[in-house]
Each structure stands twice: as structure tokens, then as C-alpha cells.
């Protein structure tokens, strides 16, 4: 493998706009499994940001769209790769059950030590330090829980709790349009159960509970948005895949 480009902070980030209002932004050097799709979506009265990348580079100085108007930034969960700006937000919104992590994001909380290192990229950002590698803390102004709203003014998202992947993962879904931010609970690619504080039993009880919602597409923590056949498709192959390999579900479980 030859030598990396170095890419300098103008040419790190891309915005591709997608339907109702919603844009993605993302790190198109990072490579896809690493690549976090940041989602800004255009409200009434004010917009919505889920997940904020590396933070390498500065997304407010480097993306004008998240700097225009009044905006509510959520995380969807604290790995990384998904909160490495959003001490550059003063409206930050976390699930209660990371809020310690996003105020308080060290390496070994937020899987950074074991992935955040220079065989993400296909092209290395100018300035980057693995072992220099931190992100700043952020602590959340509003704690989320199980059917909370967050609201745009003429767009409400509805919060769904999704442990599994992390314990305070969350979606946003919007009843109106069908939409659903999904986080890392579910995308088109491979489905991460394994991580610091992942649990394969609250992963399979989320997906449960997801499955027949009504979505009309998916937007994902990372690879591209899929629709309602595909995301069925996706659920039914992670419960499969676990079923065989004699996993089984904790019960109880309620929704934080």
C-alpha cells in the first residue's frame, strides 16, 4: 500500500442533499465501515444535527450549513466516530445512559482506542496523531429518554431508546414522513455487537421491537439509506444469524 494523500480540512467534508429536507454529511476519507453519516435535517424553527464525525476538523468552520440557523444536536450514541464535534454545539442532546461518556469521552469509553488509527482512512487528514487522538468533552444541556420529542417548530422526532449496540443508543423517527434516523443499531452493512459495552441480547430485543415500524427510508449511522423492504431484510438476517448461534433474549426489558 503506497503512501496516503494528505487531504487538508476544505476538502475533508461532503454534504449530498437527500430528500424532506434532510442533508448528509460526511468524511468521504474515511473508509465506509469508519465513515459516519452525519444528518442534518431543516426544520420550522430550528434544524436538527445527528452525530457530529471524527472532529479532526472543525464542522461548524468547515460546513456552513450547520452554522446558518438555531440548532438542536443529538447523538445518537457516544462511539467516536459519531460525537467528535459536539463540543462545538451548545444544544447537545444525549440519552441518559451516555451522558457520563459524552462529558467525560475517553478512548476506552468511546472505542476510540481500539479503532480510531491511521487504517481508517484512504486518505490521511493533515495534522492527524493516533496517539494524540481526543475527543473534548460536551456535556449534554437535555438528557433523552424513550418517547421523547425533539422539535423543529413543523417537524417533531420521536426518540426510541435502542440498547444493543451501545446501552443510551438512540433513533429519531418522524410519524409524518416515515423517516428514521437510525444510529448503529441498524444499517446496510455489517451490524457491530461487539464493542465496548455492546450487548447481543438488548441488540436482539431492539430489533424486535423495530421491526414493523413504519418507515419509509433509513438513514444509518453509516452506508447508504435503504428502504422499508431492505430494513426488514436487515433485521430478520441479524435475529437469524444470532438465533443460530444460540443467543437468546433477556426478559424483561423496558425502554429507558
Known sequence: MGTLAVIDAPDWYETIRMSDGVTLIHEPWIKPFFRCNMWHVRGRDRDLLFDTGL??????????????????CVASHTHFDHIGCHHEFPERCVHAAEAQILADPRNEWTAAGTYATDEMFDGMPQGWDTARYRILPAPAGRLLAQGDVVDLGDRAFEVIHTPGHSPGGIALY?????????????????????????????????????????????????FPSFGKVRYRQLVDEYLAQKRQAGCHLRQPWKAG
Do not use: C, Q
Open 55 to 72: 472532529g479532526h476538523f472543525s464542522l461548524r468552520r468547515h460546513v456552513p450549513l450547520v452554522s446558518e440557523r438555531k440548532l438542536t
Open 174 to 222: 418522524e410519524n409524518r414522513t416515515g423517516i428514521l434516523l437510525s444510529g448503529d443499531i441498524i444499517y446496510d452493512g455489517p451490524l457491530i455487537d461487539d464493542v465496548y459495552h455492546s450487548d447481543i441480547p438488548d441488540y436482539m430485543a431492539t430489533l424486535m421491537r423495530l421491526r414493523d415500524l413504519d418507515v419509509s427510508v433509513v438513514h444509518g449511522g453509516h
